[in-house]
């Protein structure tokens, strides 16, 4: 069975860091590039991050450069977000997304899999 499996999230205080991860069944990671996008209450989906399957360029959303770093551990055929320096705006349900290379120029319909998502929530 195909499906990705965000783990990690859950409550911090501002100033303070998570490590998200997500990994996949079924299928080889290594071979798709994934990106991790964030829902925040009565907002739209956004792209937060991403790793490229060629070489692992990573992009950045502007508002998580130099807090957050995504990294793959394909011999784990595992995703990971470090999220340090978690501000209360970074509260989201914290989904991650695997597709074709194009998903890293944030072009969301490249996505083939998706996981049901964690919830991350940072306290002022």
């Known amino acids: 069975q195909v499906q990705l499996v965000e783990s990690g999230g859950g409550l911090v205080q501002a100033g303070g860091s998570l490590n998200v991860s997500c990994a996949a069944s079924?299928?080889?990671?290594?071979?798709?590039?994934i990106a991790w996008y964030r829902q925040a209450p009565g907002k739209e989906r956004v792209p937060v991050s991403c790793?490229?399957?060629?070489?692992?360029?990573?992009d950045y959303a502007d508002s998580v450069k130099g807090r957050f770093t995504i990294s793959r551990d394909n011999a784990k055929n595992t995703v990971y977000m470090q999220m340090n320096s978690l501000k209360p705006e970074d509260t989201a349900v914290y989904y991650c997304?695997?597709?074709?290379?194009?998903?890293?120029?944030?072009?969301?319909?490249?996505?083939?899999?998706w996981g049901p998502g964690t919830q991350v929530t940072v306290s002022s």
């Open positions: 997304a695997a597709g074709g290379e194009r998903l890293c120029w944030r072009e969301t319909r490249e996505a083939v899999y």
């Open positions: 079924g299928f080889t990671l290594k071979y798709y590039a």
């Open positions: 790793i490229s399957a060629s070489d692992g360029t990573t």
